[in-house]
């Protein structure tokens, strides 16, 4: 599997970015695809999941009600919608997937296999 992430950039404190992940394998069922982030000198951090199958999400509690995952089944797409930015969420952000993972592996960087490259937001104050 192939990730594809974009949508980064340079915005302002309060404003929005949405970060797209396309996925090269068109059949997704099984998998979960994570949203983490990471600063210099930082280990990866969880952001949120979504499962493929059913839609289930989970957030950190850093981002819970600011950012919102979703997935685009005809795109093999999961977005990341960023709202109400900080410069706190400066950071490299990384899309993961993997299939087979059970709910206490879907928040852990280290169970995944498949990763983007990345794509750096920048929050400005």
């Known amino acids: 599997v192939q990730l594809q992430a974009s949508g980064g950039g340079l915005v302002q404190a309060g404003g929005s970015l949405r970060l797209s992940c396309t996925s090269s394998?068109?059949?997704?069922?099984?998998?979960?695809f994570g949203w983490f982030r990471q600063v210099p000198g930082n280990e990866r951090e969880f952001v949120a999941v979504?499962?493929?199958?059913?839609?289930?999400?989970y957030y950190a509690d850093s981002v819970k009600g600011r950012f919102t995952i979703s997935r685009d089944n005809a795109k093999n797409t999961v977005y990341l919608t960023m709202s109400s930015l900080s410069p706190e969420d400066t950071a490299v952000y990384y899309c993961?997937?993997?299939?087979?993972?059970?709910?206490?592996?879907?928040?852990?960087?280290?169970?995944?296999?498949?990763w983007g490259q990345g794509t750096l937001v920048t929050v400005s104050s």
């Open positions: 993961a997937a993997d299939s087979g993972l059970i709910l206490s592996q879907v928040k852990n960087a280290r169970a995944y296999d498949f």
């Open positions: 979504i499962r493929w199958s059913g839609g289930d999400s």
């Open positions: 394998r068109r059949t997704l069922r099984g998998y979960s």
